[in-house]
């Protein structure tokens, strides 16, 4: 908002000086400087106060209306499930209550939730990144699930242990998983037989085949960043770790030898020039998914939503999945997804603990998954390849992946990551440097939370 | 309207030693000031409201470790967030990006525009549409131009590796402009320059028109060529423009946000961070709002150094 004005700056200003009219820039000069600079950030007054149990599974009693904010896609049939199937589905039910459901662009609902926070203004439901539930429980905003909800052991339990792990903060449940997802190894099967190579099961075996996917002309693997989200699946299936379960330290974890060697992995192959170096982390380099269908690069490592882009902007090119390269932490791959939170801030806690219920309930899961949202149910693992056929390495995966070390730190941890690798990359640091540096900073920042 | 005795005699006065208008000089009286105030009033109190409270409050918050929950305890912390914010490396580093930023790119907008100003301020055919052309970036939103930008200064196949590699061969290789700081950091700064030229060009123009022709006449007949009428003639006739341009264009630069947001976010690691988005991180990506606030005003603080030392360098160099 106030942060666009800041380079509006000059054209009125400016023109009421022209001439000679020197005195009157002294005042010219001031407020602009100071309307250029300043960022304004609103806030307002006031404690939420709740209202309302949070009910009974199945209470009949229930009414009212539920707010309902989201990110699913409009682009796709999301939106459209959500509004034509799901909501429709759970009204019939229960005729009294409404949902009326916002769907906000992914880029900026973090935003509006920051600022719904400072407003009191949330919504009774926020399907929410599950990078963002540690963040939103700790400033207090959420209902803690595992206490107030009468039935959350049973619901809980039938979701997937990786999936539901995000919603944990400080011995407590904050949310329920809604959809998950995980990255698993993509490749071009085109390039590896030009190159003779069998499809890379661990990264020993990637590493051997790079010379002959150079020669073939393509780079052995490609990824665009190294964050979290790119780096957890090498440091993971090279027995390494980020934090301790209590995700309370990160030294001795982030910087133990294997996740040293699993981060050498990639930093060696980057700088044998078997990786493309937008691993740097810039923009404007080949996309992952470009260089996979057009032979540039020859694995990479993404997730389910992927197959309708490749299917819509490369139709001729055939995607095949194989399980992330193992090591001898296994083959481990990084958990993704949203969850569903409930604000203290609802008016109708009773209605809106009823539609999450209703979105974890099978008919929920299984419209969504017909428009490519992995379920997070257990027990619909084996008709899920039914509706969608390439969900089933992702279900395969998804039984050993692990979600980033829950904490509200966690975006800074992995803008220190980033930053850390990159530099092992470039060598300006050594990878042992660089992790010892990281884990270093992030201790700093978890220590905030203990 | 005022007292008859006194004002009318100094007016009268007045008018005679000044070119000011009889009702200013009689501008004591009471009703004349509360005028003025009603008038000033509206302007001033939209200003306090959207400005002034809001930098108020901003400076609160910059003191304290605020938590965005309302009724939430935000602890008092004094100029902590100060202390870390010249203490961190990023931020330190955010701000030399921005003077480079600033040193780069205020030359070049000047002295091309300038030069554009002083070729379009000829009878040129077809000037308007000269004008028209190149003031037309300045209104295009920075949203645009800024994606506009990523793709020419993309890895692949954008437009200034052709030019770079393929047309001039200047490098070898492609050259991946955001992979690295000053590679980086030059592609936001060639955006800046072709966006901010016609800014500088109108007003230079404008300044350059209020030139009286007969000071170009007089100098012709004492035998001035182009040139040394340029620097003998128009170049003294527009330093209040200069000199407003060139501040103005170092307040803006030290305030580039939304080119870098979108071009390189900042990235890779921070190392094409300026000030503002980094601000912009800190407060809104990872909530640190004391922190952020402390970025902000202590950039307020030195461009208004740095604003007041070229206005005082200005007026001398006027005065003398």
Redo the contacts between chains.
């Keep these: 908002m106030h942060l666009k004005c800041t380079q509006s700056r000059v054209p009125n200003n400016a023109v009421r000086v022209k001439g000679n009219n020197v005195k009157s820039l002294k005042y010219v000069i001031t407020a602009a400087a100071a309307v250029a600079t300043l960022t304004l950030f609103g806030c307002a007054a006031g404690v939420a106060k709740s209202t309302g149990g949070i009910g009974e599974p199945s209470a009949t009693d229930i009414s009212g209306t539920v707010t309902f904010w989201h990110a699913y896609s409009a682009d796709s049939p999301e939106v459209k499930t959500l509004e034509e199937v799901i909501i429709p589905g759970f009204e019939k039910k229960y005729p009294k209550v409404t949902i009326k459901d916002v769907a906000v662009p992914y880029d900026n609902l973090h935003q509006k939730l920051v600022t719904a926070v400072a407003g009191d203004q949330l919504p009774d439901l926020v399907r929410a990144d599950i990078g963002w539930v540690p963040e939103l429980a700790n400033l207090g905003v959420l209902v803690p699930l595992s206490d107030d909800m009468s039935d959350f052991k049973a619901l809980a339990a039938t979701t997937y242990d990786g999936s539901l792990a995000t919603n944990k903060w400080k011995d407590k449940y904050y949310g329920l998983p809604l959809d998950t997802n995980t990255r698993v190894l993509l490749y071009n099967q085109d390039v590896l037989t030009k190159a003779g190579v069998a499809v890379p099961a661990t990264v020993n075996e990637l590493i051997k085949a790079a010379p002959a996917l150079k020669a073939a002309g393509a780079f052995a693997f490609a990824d665009n960043g190294a964050g979290g989200w790119n780096m957890l699946p090498w440091i993971w299936s090279a027995g390494g770790d980020i934090t301790n379960p209590e995700v309370t330290k990160a030294s001795g974890f982030l910087n133990s030898d294997a996740s040293i060697a699993g981060v050498q992995n990639l930093v060696t192959l980057e700088q044998s020039g078997y990786l493309p170096d937008i691993i740097l982390g810039g923009s404007g380099g080949l996309a992952t998914s470009d260089g996979l269908a057009s032979g540039k690069y020859a694995t990479i490592l993404d997730g389910p939503w992927m197959y309708p882009i490749f299917a819509s902007q490369y139709p001729a090119f055939t995607l095949t999945a194989a399980p992330v390269p193992s090591g001898p932490g296994g083959s481990i791959s990084v958990v993704g997804g949203e969850d569903v939170v409930l604000t203290t801030s609802s008016t109708n806690k009773a209605a809106a603990a009823e539609f999450m219920r209703y979105l974890l309930s099978k008919e929920s899961q299984l419209a969504m998954a017909k428009v490519g949202q992995m379920p997070v149910l257990k027990d619909v693992g084996s008709s899920l390849t039914q509706i969608n056929a390439y969900f089933a390495p992702f279900s395969e995966q998804l039984k050993t992946a692990k979600p980033r070390p829950v904490t509200p730190a966690w975006s800074q941890i992995d803008t220190i990551l980033q930053t850390e690798i990159r530099a092992a990359i470039t060598r300006d640091k050594t990878v042992k440097q660089a992790l010892n540096d990281a884990a270093t900073q992030a201790d700093a920042l978890l220590a905030q939370y203990k | 309207m005022t007292t008859p005795t006194a004002a009318p005699l100094t007016g009268a006065r007045r008018s005679a030693t000044s070119r000011r208008p009889r009702f200013v000089a009689a501008g004591t009286g009471r009703r004349e000031i509360l005028a003025a105030y009603v008038f000033v009033v509206p302007g001033f109190a939209l200003y306090a409201l959207?400005?002034l409270y809001?930098?108020v409050?901003?400076l609160l918050?910059s003191l304290r470790d605020w938590?965005?929950?309302?009724?939430?305890d935000s602890p008092w912390v004094g100029l902590d967030n100060y202390i870390r914010a010249f203490a961190d490396p990023v931020f330190l580093n955010s701000l030399v990006n921005a003077v480079v930023y600033t040193i780069v790119t205020v030359p070049l907008q000047i002295v091309i525009g300038l030069f554009l100003a002083a070729l379009l301020d000829g009878k040129l055919p077809g000037r308007v549409a000269f004008r028209v052309l190149f003031y037309l970036p300045?209104v295009t939103s920075?949203v645009v131009v800024s994606l506009l930008f990523?793709y020419i200064?993309?890895?692949?196949d954008?437009l200034a590796n052709f030019i770079a590699v393929d047309t001039l061969h200047l490098a070898d290789a492609n050259i991946?402009?955001?992979?690295?700081r000053w590679t980086?950091m030059l592609a936001i700064c060639a955006l800046g320059v072709w966006k901010g030229i016609g800014?500088s060009m109108i007003?230079f123009l404008?300044?350059l028109t209020?030139v009286p022709r007969e000071l170009h006449e007089a100098a012709a007949i004492d035998g001035a060529g182009t040139l040394a009428r340029f620097r003998y003639v128009s170049l003294p006739a527009i330093r209040?423009?200069l000199?407003?341009?060139a501040?103005?264009?170092v307040?803006?630069g030290?305030?580039?946000?939304?080119?870098v947001l979108l071009?390189?976010?900042g990235?890779?690691?921070?190392q094409t961070q300026v000030p503002?988005t980094y601000?912009?991180?800190q407060?809104?990506?990872?909530?640190n709002?004391g922190y952020?606030?402390a970025i902000?005003?202590s950039?307020?603080a030195l461009?208004?150094v740095v604003?007041?030392i070229?206005?005082w360098w200005?007026?001398r160099t006027?005065r003398s």
């Design positions: 959207v400005m809001p930098a409050q901003t918050l938590k965005i929950t309302p009724g939430a300045v920075w990523q200064f993309s890895s692949n954008g991946n402009w955001f992979q690295g980086g800014w007003i404008a300044a209020a209040a423009a000199s407003v341009v501040i103005l264009l307040i803006g030290f305030n580039v946000f939304i080119s071009m390189s976010g990235g890779p690691g921070n503002l601000m912009y991180d407060a809104f990506k990872f909530l709002f952020g606030s902000s005003f950039l307020t461009v208004l604003a007041a070229q206005y200005t007026r006027m």
